[in-house]
């Protein structure tokens, strides 16, 4: 059997690698960069050489320099993205020049002492926007003060024009009623119950009357910050909105799933933002550039009776018989709490006097200051209205004497109180000042002052005004109070005082020079009080 017998030699001889061209075992080649070659083929000089290569060096430094550079342009198409973006880095900080300890700084200085100037300046006007001091300022013009009865039922709402110029109130009757306080005339009525005399011009005011009224009474009522639209509330559960101007009908928001309490617009806003409150224990956000439905608000545990804002995306609200004001975060969507003392029996009304800070009356016939930092109360001013009548000792039926309500009695005595305290039925603030302001039955207006450390409440002025003060608005430029003053309260028929008359009452605010500049900045200018040519029942009213 043949065989054959390989050669030793063939089968130790490797296989050559091709010249080019990748193999399925092998590498890639590594080709030879454009310096590589150049420093192969470079030449090293000798010792005796230095000097000479030396004075060339010397002469062609910027050839060198050129040829330097264009190496490194070479280089960094092998670097990594790393060095290449911290070799970019480096060069840009070379590149800031950065002052030396030796260097003259007066060309800083005119940028350093601005800055700091503009940061006392901010922190200034924040500390007096806060809290600005003008109720030692304020004197009630009593002269310059008056009344109108536009409404046949107890006023439940009044608000301002930010022009200052109109003042829009409502009613139990289902009225609404504009009225200009520059001419002292009622310029516009939206009402069911239509005046008797129609014939009567002597209001310049024009009867409307159709389909898109409210059914039932009017619960309040807000004027848009740029004067175009006038929103009401009703207990029919719609919102209304108008044109501020003419009083035509727009549309109806019916978001809400019992009546609307409450509304308000934030200020100085880029778009027109209106905030309702209900009987529902709920708050509405709506959007009036785009006439829709924004947000829902959740939290109370009973009917909630008004609503604040200011500049902030913060509403405040209170909660009735849950004894409690939430400060809902729109942006967060989150509330703080606050909660009433245990003897708290409601809290009725609240105003914010500025953003940290805010004022409540209760149905105790408390005033609350709140801090938005405290869960609870920073002070607390008992009985700021004092009490009711005392009631009758003998039993109607046979004229003998309660031994209960004896007993009552003297422990009232004893507590130097006689009568249960008359509830606060509204509050207000005159916004980032130390002046608040609130109602009740006792027949008095009466303004406070908030103290500096906001520990205090101080009795300034107060203004005769019988029945119950159902709301109190300050006009945006500080110089007017309007309330509206009814027979009953807003919320029911628990009383009714025949000797108070259902109006709306114009207060004038005197003030120092220097503080009309203050507080007329932003508001409006202040209105001039020249009396127009009224008829004799108006005047009468007036006087009243």
């Known amino acids: 059997?043949?065989?054959?017998?390989?050669?030793?030699?063939?089968?130790?001889?490797?296989?050559?690698?091709?010249?080019?061209?990748?193999?399925?075992?092998?590498?890639?080649?590594?080709?030879?960069?454009?310096?590589?070659?150049?420093?192969?083929?470079?030449?090293?000089?000798?010792?005796?050489?230095?000097?000479?290569?030396?004075?060339d060096l010397n002469q062609s430094t910027d050839e060198n320099l050129n040829e330097i550079e264009q190496t490194e342009e070479n280089d960094t198409q092998y670097e990594d993205s790393q060095t290449l973006t911290y070799r970019e880095a480096k060069k840009l900080v070379e590149s800031i020049e950065v002052p030396s300890a030796s260097q003259d700084l007066d060309d800083f200085e005119g940028i350093t002492e601005p800055l700091e100037s503009q940061q006392k300046r901010k922190e200034e006007l924040k500390s007096v926007q806060a809290h600005q001091k003008i109720s030692d300022a304020i004197i009630i013009d009593e002269k310059n003060s008056f009344s109108y009865r536009p409404h046949k039922l107890s006023p439940i709402c009044v608000c301002f024009s930010h022009s200052g110029n109109f003042i829009v109130s409502c009613s139990k009757d289902g009225s609404i009623i504009?009225?200009?306080?520059?001419?002292?005339?009622?310029?516009?009525?939206?009402?069911?119950?239509l005046s008797k005399n129609k014939n009567n011009l002597k209001s310049k005011c024009s009867h409307v009357a159709n389909e898109n009224l409210h059914r039932?009474?009017?619960?309040?009522?807000?004027?848009?910050?740029?004067?175009q639209f006038l929103v009401t509330g009703g207990s029919d559960n719609l919102i209304k909105i108008w044109d501020f101007e003419k009083l035509v009908f727009i549309k109806d928001f019916d978001g809400h799933r019992g009546p609307v309490n409450s509304l308000r617009f934030r200020q100085k806003c880029d778009s027109i933002e209106l905030f309702s409150a209900s009987t529902d224990r709920s708050?509405?956000?709506?959007?009036?550039d785009e006439m829709g439905l924004m947000n829902r608000l959740?939290?109370?545990?009973?009917?909630?009776?008004?609503?604040?804002?200011?500049?902030?995306?913060?509403?405040?609200?209170?909660?009735?018989?849950?004894?409690?004001?939430?400060?809902?975060?729109?942006?967060?969507?989150?509330?703080l709490v606050f909660n009433?003392?245990?003897?708290?029996?409601?809290?009725?009304?609240?105003?914010?006097?500025n953003e940290e800070h805010f004022i409540s009356g209760s149905a105790d016939g408390s005033l609350y200051i709140w801090s938005m930092s405290r869960k609870k109360p920073v002070f607390v001013k008992r009985k700021a209205h004092g009490f009711h009548s005392m009631p009758q000792i003998q039993n109607s039926s046979n004229n003998e004497i309660d031994v209960d309500l004896m007993k009552d009695l003297n422990t009232r005595k004893a507590n130097k109180s006689v009568g249960e305290p008359r509830w606060i039925?509204?509050?207000a603030a005159l916004p980032y000042t130390d002046l608040v302001a609130s109602g009740s039955s006792d027949g008095f207006l009466r303004l406070w002052r908030v103290g500096q450390d906001w520990k205090s409440l101080d009795q300034i002025a107060q203004f005769n005004m019988p029945g119950f003060i159902n709301d109190i608005?300050?006009?945006?430029?500080?110089?007017?109070?309007?309330?509206?003053?009814?027979?009953?309260?807003?919320?029911?028929?628990?009383?009714?005082?025949?000797?108070?008359?259902?109006?709306?009452?114009v207060i004038y605010l005197q003030k120092d020079f220097e503080m009309r500049e203050i507080m007329g900045g932003d508001g409006g200018e202040s209105i001039e009080l020249d009396k127009p040519n009224v008829g004799r029942e108006e005047e009468n009213e007036m006087r009243e």
């Open 1 to 55: 059997m043949g065989f054959f017998k390989r050669n030793i030699n063939e089968n130790n001889k490797k296989r050559k690698l091709p010249a080019t061209g990748n193999t399925r075992k092998g590498k890639f080649l590594q080709q030879k960069g454009k310096n590589e070659g150049k420093f192969e083929d470079e030449e090293i000089p000798s010792d005796d050489d230095g000097e000479e290569r030396s004075i």
């Open 178 to 193: 504009k009225y200009d306080l520059k001419k002292r005339c009622r310029v516009g009525v939206l009402s069911s119950i």
């Open 216 to 227: 039932g009474r009017v619960l309040c009522c807000e004027i848009s910050p740029n004067d």
């Open 283 to 288: 708050i509405i956000v709506w959007n009036m």
């Open 298 to 335: 959740y939290g109370h545990q009973d009917v909630i009776e008004q609503l604040d804002i200011l500049q902030w995306p913060r509403v405040l609200s209170c909660g009735g018989m849950d004894k409690s004001c939430r400060l809902f975060k729109v942006i967060e969507e989150s509330h």
């Open 340 to 353: 009433g003392f245990t003897d708290c029996i409601s809290i009725d009304c609240v105003a914010l006097i």
């Open 425 to 427: 039925c509204s509050v």
């Open 473 to 505: 608005r300050f006009s945006y430029n500080g110089c007017y109070i309007v309330c509206a003053v009814g027979q009953e309260h807003k919320r029911g028929r628990w009383w009714t005082l025949k000797e108070a008359k259902n109006r709306i009452m």
